[in-house]
């Protein structure tokens, strides 16, 4: 579950989101005491005063764990004198008790959705139960969140890695039992699973028992895939309660000794800590994949989630704690790429797949400053007469030594590296003004589709975006037509639905993409600005000839549907006669795929805007004998 990070405390005031833009943004920054004191001068007395006056202890530490800078609350909370800290290792603020499970969080280097949960410690103060000073000190109860500094954000590397930055609150005076703080301490909030800290601890005991003993340990670290579309759609109270299902039913596979523990968001980490084989640990990572096959039923949905796991076997994959949790993770990432879904164990070949990463989003730099991504264009042909009634844009990079490559094979790699948004906003400057030149010179009113992704529509000023790019390329408004997931438009509708509706008053069409992929409520079409739905590829392809009562069933529903809803309807990913007769005789509006034409450059596109090449073919497709696939002759696809 996305937790609130140190740095978004901190930016509930623009004025210190300020100071930790400037950490994050300069470049190779040398933590010293002196290069903190600089850049927290040049920031500014006002600055310091938002910081100062924080209800929270906001602190920030150099890679080796001293502290750098804290703020004027660590007085009042805890009674220390803010000068004389700076420059001590941050144990100076920890009570005795808990030294072990600090090291964890105040050495946190991940950033964002994946930084570690909120940890409940304590920490030394001067102060007495009256707030004044204290004759001995004592541990207090303390909530700490924290998370990396980076010299480039981009690249989240250890030579890159600065410290971190964090925030503490009083949790002292909680209403409840103080006892129960201790399991806090240890345990996932809300899973009831080992949390990091005490998952750390363990694997340190297993190591040194491993090391005695000359035997193998193991070390999985379990992702879930389509996770994150159940908690988007349907809020974190459901995210919550899918977790703890996960977490019974995962621990239900492993034996008395192992440990399973919360990561952080919807990562887990499990310890084997006694393996005799590569064998028996795959044997274990098959039974937990095996219990993902039965869907989770919340709130009477039925939710379908999988997993991807990564090994490390202890000495071979690393001697410390940290090492194998690392190799388990690149390892995870590699059974991402292949799809999800599997287990793989850590390799070194494995590395250079992670600088693989690291190279293609210093690529995707060069490439945007150098223009090479390119758009291509797929006709979208009307059923009615067989004429293109419009395009979809489609984004290309013309690598210089990789060749014309498809989005596959690098937007998420963009997404990864902060890009996406530069790249969206490329494709659409481009189509825009390519679809204005195409209707100047006499291709009618065919209208340009993008799609857009989520961290487009999250931007405040996605809407005047749009329309300063429309002005820039001379288009209007009603050539356009934007491609959203359907399960995005519904989990976002808040947030999304007036900026579109402010854009679909002004003009511009609005289609729900990938229709029938997921799981999206479809509540969210009664009251939206949504005029197409455009099918998915997947439902498309089940349409054959031997099976009239698969994909074709689902296409007709879809066409009833459609019609309750007074919307059009656009099929994708059509590659054959049976498909198109299929879509013809449901009255499906539009079409497109590879029967019609593969996506095509710029300069080729007009030649189609102006001819009449589909109009047999669709014309074919709506004879009375293609109806039901009765018809024995059906000519085979091109």
């Known amino acids: 579950m996305p937790i609130e990070s140190s740095q978004s405390a901190v930016r509930r005031n623009p004025e210190a989101e300020r100071i930790l833009d400037a950490l994050n943004q300069r470049q190779r920054l040398s933590l010293t005491a002196e290069a903190f004191a600089a850049l927290l001068d040049d920031a500014g007395a006002l600055h310091r005063f938002v910081l100062d006056s924080s209800p929270e202890l906001i602190y920030l530490l150099d890679s080796e764990g001293r502290i750098r800078f804290i703020n004027r609350r660590v007085e009042t909370l805890l009674g220390f004198q803010q000068q ?38 304590k920490l030394v103060s001067h ?11 004592r541990g207090l109860w303390m909530e700490l969140r924290a998370e990396g500094i980076y010299a480039d954000p981009n690249e989240r590397t250890a030579e890159n890695y600065l410290g971190t930055c964090g925030a503490i609150r009083d949790i002292s005076k909680r209403e409840g039992p103080e006892p129960g703080i201790d399991s806090r301490a240890f345990h996932d909030a809300v899973t009831g699973l080992p949390n990091r800290t005490l998952f750390d601890d363990r694997l340190g005991v297993a190591i040194t028992q491993a090391e005695r003993s000359r035997r193998k340990l193991a070390v999985m670290f379990v992702d879930l895939n389509r996770f994150k579309r159940v908690n988007d759609r349907l809020g974190h109270s459901v995210g919550d309660r899918l977790l703890r ?10 034996r008395q000794g192992d440990t399973l523990s919360r990561f952080g968001g919807d990562e887990f980490t499990l310890l084997v800590p006694s393996v005799r084989s590569r064998g028996a640990v795959e044997r274990i990572a098959g039974k937990i994949l095996d219990c993902f096959e039965a869907p989770f039923v919340i709130d009477g949905r039925r939710l379908r989630v999988g997993a991807s796991i990564g090994i490390a076997l202890y000495p071979e994959a690393g001697e410390r704690g940290d090492a194998l949790i690392e190799a388990a993770d690149i390892a995870m990432y590699h059974v991402k790429d292949q799809g999800g879904n599997g287990y793989r164990l850590y390799s070194e070949t494995m590395n250079r797949g992670v600088m693989r990463r690291l190279t293609t989003a210093r690529e995707l730099r060069k490439a945007l400053s150098r223009r090479e991504f390119v758009v291509y264009y797929q006709p979208q042909v009307s059923l009615a007469s067989g004429q293109v009634c419009g395009v979809e844009a489609l984004v290309r990079w013309r690598h210089p030594t990789r060749g014309l490559l498809k989005p596959d094979d690098f937007l998420l790699a963009a997404e990864d590296a902060g890009l996406l948004g530069e790249v969206d906003a490329l494709v659409q400057q481009q189509a825009f003004t390519e679809a204005a030149h195409w209707r100047h010179n006499g291709a009618g009113d065919v209208r340009v589709s993008v799609n857009v992704s989520g961290l487009a529509l999250e931007q405040d000023d996605f809407a005047d975006k749009l329309q300063a790019r429309l002005r820039k390329a001379g288009l209007e408004a009603s050539a356009v037509r934007l491609e959203i997931d359907e399960y995005r438009l519904s989990q976002s509708r808040e947030r999304v639905m007036p900026k579109l509706q402010a854009l679909h008053d002004l003009g ?4 729900a993409d990938r229709f029938g992929a ?13 005029s197409q739905l455009n099918v998915d590829a997947s439902i498309i392809h089940d349409i054959r000839a031997d099976d009239p009562g698969g994909g074709h069933g689902i296409v007709k529903a879809i066409a009833a549907f459609a019609g309750a809803l007074d919307v059009t309807l656009l099929a994708e990913g059509v590659s ?58 059906v000519p085979p696809s091109p």
């Open 508 to 511: 511009v069409r609005i289609a």
């Open 127 to 137: 102060l007495g139960a009256d707030g004044g000073r204290a004759a001995h000190p």
């Open 518 to 530: 997921g799981y999206a409520a479809l509540a969210y079409l009664q009251h939206s600005p949504v």
């Open 576 to 633: 054959n006669r049976v498909q198109l007769r299929c879509l013809c005789a449901e009255g499906y509006d539009q079409a497109q795929g590879v029967l019609f034409s593969p996506p095509l450059p710029g300069a080729d596109v007009a030649q189609v805007l102006n001819g009449n090449a589909f109009a047999g073919l669709v014309r074919q497709a709506r004879l009375p004998a293609g109806r039901g696939f009765r018809s024995e002759g």
């Open 245 to 254: 299902a996960v977490a019974q039913r995962v621990r239900a596979c492993l």
């Open 84 to 121: 004389d800290l700076v420059g001590q290792h941050y144990e100076a603020l920890v009570d005795e008790s808990c030294r072990s499970p600090a090291r964890h969080v105040f050495d946190e280097r991940r950033t964002g959705s994946r930084a570690g949960q909120p940890v409940s410690l």
